[in-house]
């Protein structure tokens, strides 16, 4: 079955660290360019950070220096590592991916959404 699942999340103080981590299943991890995703209350889903097979990162300005994305093609793992936590960094967390190989109408084939992974810092 093709699946993500994220874990990891809970809740924290403002300047603290978590490491959230993603685990797919059901397809060739290595042709997917994986990244990891938030929602506020209120606000659209958007891209945070993401990590192809070679290791080639992106980042959003706004964690940019606070972030780092890892992957580990052998445990079809993704995680993301949090720094510097802001109450702004407040969201729903999801991973998702983007094949490099398949395209349907267009656009590259993407993984189903998982169920994320709750981050809520506050003090």
Known sequence: ?????????????????VRLSCVASGIIFSDYVMGWYRQAPGKERELVAHIASDGVTYYADSVKGRFIISRDN????????????????????YCNGASIRRWVQGTRVTLPWGQGTQVTVSS
Not at 1 to 17: A, Y
């Open 1 to 17: 079955q093709v699946q993500v699942v994220e874990s990891g999340g809970g809740l924290m103080q403002p300047g603290g660290s």
């Open 74 to 93: 052998t445990e079809k793992t993704v995680l993301l590592q949090m720094n510097d936590l802001r109450p702004e960094d407040t969201a729903l967390y």
